[in-house]
């Protein structure tokens, strides 16, 4: 969704080595040695992270019979390479009746939810399968796997450019599949996920499931009014688009008070909006104001979408797709998901994959416990000032909290056209396609002068495997902050980032990134020739002060800790304290390029295990570090 301009390709003469496939080692059920826990199940920084209603179980960590995958020591992605884009870089494979992965809970659950992988369809379009789930050794139900919404094939280099059609190196090998179950099972129960006779894919990768004690469905609030009073009916496949239009225009003009999503599944094929009478521009791009959207909770209360986007027609801005909500300002939506059914970025004829929710948003508006899924972009907040200059609005004091965004093709949210004083809190990102979370101080608005992204934050998230791009990113802009949050598997791009590339509004005052743990970050990009660090500042044309990076960890990281990057600016008077840097593998625990300009300060740095050094600044660098760890 970042407009047309490409991710610039940055300078450095760094290389990647040849690729190498990823070991396969059989283990038996007995087999469980410490070493297979994933390393972020060790105690990060203590205020790292989301507050999440599930509990995360390795399959590595797991008991199982199985093959075990892991990566390679670069960690190379995009060759159809599952290990890689496992959490952790382990996965199981099952290919063989009766093989299993079995976890044992530690709280009580009544849902599961497994990421996992399953082979593409020969001629493409994803295929189906099943794994038969066990509680404490009794058959339960069949998990439903899919992989239509998975396999990509092409050059990461390029997302647009990726095909569904099958040919050569494929990426976003995984997927994730859900079950309510019937019953609730206490914390020290075992759930088997068991390939059966009948399991009949070639395979089945589990990666990983989150056990969740999901609660009872919410009571409908007494000024709210249901939207099977406009005729919706609840798991019928009928598409309820007019029902739930209806509702929300009602509420829109004060003749109801809320809009109620009962509980079920309720099938949406048409962007809930405000119909433009005007009809301004090509594309219908006025949201709806003045609203408020409750369900019964994201597990409950679910809209859902089965005709892929750029086949649905209508009044829908084909980037924005035929499922959830445009919105302007003054909006609350809380306690439901949004499936969409997109399985593109981009490829085939330009085939996007839609927005979960999208719009100026403008003031008063907040997102609560939304879980949206097989987007495009989960959340894309602005419109250029172009899109009806008169409806200009952007985004202030929005929040979003508890939100669950998962396998999406490009960014799950991302704050721009001078969205401010904005904030995304407790929240979860999986196996996002870009940025999972991102400040674009974009130049598509009213005033440059004022209309800068600026204080906005992103706190206590968590965020795992983003398939390209940045766990979170900062373009420019100031008083923007990345604050205990929890980064994990990053494929090709850092964790966090800053940066000036995508030509943002300049960065001034302070950009401050505190309290993040960092696992397993960076990566090789760019045709596999362009190294990141964990944590990356890319000068690219503009300079980025005023960086303060304080009480951070940074484990395991793919290549470099912290990395400054040649650009055509600098990164004046960084400030760096507090830091933990442990096992850069194939890189420096704090690297300044050759063509890196600026300087940064160490204070209280501790730096361990480096594969390259300690703190290395290459030849002809115009960087100064002061300080030493």
């Known amino acids: 969704m970042k407009r047309t301009h490409p991710r610039r390709r940055l ?100 849902s599961i939810v497994v990421r996992n992988s399953v082979p593409d369809a020969p001629g493409g379009g994803g295929a189906d399968t099943t794994l038969s789930l066990y509680v404490n050794d009794e058959f339960v139900q069949k998990i439903d796997l899919s992989s239509k919404h998975s396999w990509l094939y092409g050059s990461s280099d390029d997302p647009e450019g990726l095909t569904n059609t099958p040919g050569g190196d494929a990426r976003r090998l995984f997927d994730e599949s859900h079950a309510l179950l019937a019953e609730s099972y206490p914390a020290g129960s075992t759930f088997r996920l068991q390939r059966d006779a009948d399991d009949d894919a070639a395979y089945q990768i589990v990666d990983l499931v989150d056990l969740e004690q999901v609660a009872p469905p919410a009571e409908k609030p007494a000024e709210c009014t249901s939207i099977t009073e406009y005729g919706a009916v609840p798991d019928d496949g009928e598409d309820d688009t007019e029902a739930l239009q209806q509702a929300v225009t009602d509420d829109q003009n004060g003749a109801i008070d809320c809009v109620w999503i009962p509980p079920g599944q309720w099938r949406q094929e048409q962007k809930i909006l405000t119909d433009d009478p005007q009809d301004r521009g090509e594309f219908n791009q006025v949201g ?69 929710l999208n719009g100026r948003f403008g003031e008063n508006t907040k997102i609560s ?18 899109n009806i200059p008169e409806l200009w609005g952007p985004g202030d004091g929005l929040e979003f909290t508890g939100m669950r965004v998962r396998n999406t093709y490009a960014d799950g949210i991302n704050f721009t056209n001078g969205t401010r004083n904005s904030r995304v809190t407790d929240s979860s990102f999986r196996t996002t396609g870009d940025d ?28 795992q495997l983003p398939w390209r791009a940045n766990g979170i990113a900062i373009y420019g802009g100031y008083g923007n902050k990345a604050e205990d949050n929890l980064i994990s598997d990053t494929m090709n791009y850092p964790g966090i980032m800053l940066a000036t590339d995508h030509d943002p509004l300049p960065f001034s005052g302070e950009t401050v990134l505190s309290g993040n743990a960092l696992y397993r970050c960076g990566g090789a990009f760019w045709g596999e020739a362009q190294e990141f660090g ?82 290395v600044v290459e030849p002809g660098s115009q960087f100064q570090i002061t300080g030493a760890p």
């Open 436 to 463: 999972a979370l991102a400040v674009w101080a974009n130049r598509y608005v009213k005033d440059p002068a004022v209309d800068v992204g600026h204080d906005n934050t992103f706190s206590g998230n968590t965020v």
């Open 11 to 110: 300078l450095t003469g760094a290389s990647l080595a040849g690729l190498v496939a990823a070991t396969l080692v059989p283990l038996s059920a007995a087999a469980e040695p410490a070493a297979h826990a994933s390393a972020a199940s060790a105690a990060p920084a203590a205020r790292a992270g989301a507050d999440l209603p599930y509990v995360e179980l390795e399959a590595e960590a797991a008991e199982f019979d199985g093959t075990l995958l892991e990566t390679d020591a670069k960690r190379t992605f995009g060759h159809t390479n599952f290990a890689t884009e496992s959490s952790g870089r382990r996965s199981v494979r099952l290919d063989g009746t009766g093989q299993f992965v079995e976890f044992t809970s530690t709280a009580a659950a009544n």
């Open 288 to 356: 709806i104001r003045d609203v408020t959207v409750r369900g019964a909770g994201m597990w409950h209360s679910q809209l859902y979408s089965l005709t892929p986007p750029h086949e649905a027609g209508g009044i829908n801005h084909p980037h924005e797709g035929n499922f959830g909500f445009d919105i302007d300002g003054d909006t609350q939506i809380s306690d439901l998901a949004i499936f969409g059914s997109g399985t593109i970025r981009g490829g085939d004829g330009g085939a996007e994959g839609g927005v979960g």
């Open 534 to 615: 964990a944590i990356t500042l890319f000068a690219a044309g503009q300079d980025i002060p005023g960086v303060t990076v304080k009480d951070t960890e940074i484990h395991d990281s793919t290549y470099d800790g912290i990395q400054f990057k040649s650009g055509g600016g600098a990164v004046p008077d960084a400030s760096i304290s507090g830091v933990t840097i442990d096992s850069s593998n194939n890189g420096a625990g704090i690297l300044a390029h050759g063509g890196a300009r600026g300087s940064a300060t160490l204070t209280d740095v501790t730096i361990t295990d480096s594969a390259k050094g300690d703190v």
């Open 369 to 386: 416990r939304v879980w949206i899924e097989h987007a495009n972009v989960g959340v894309w907040v602005g419109r250029d000032h172009s």
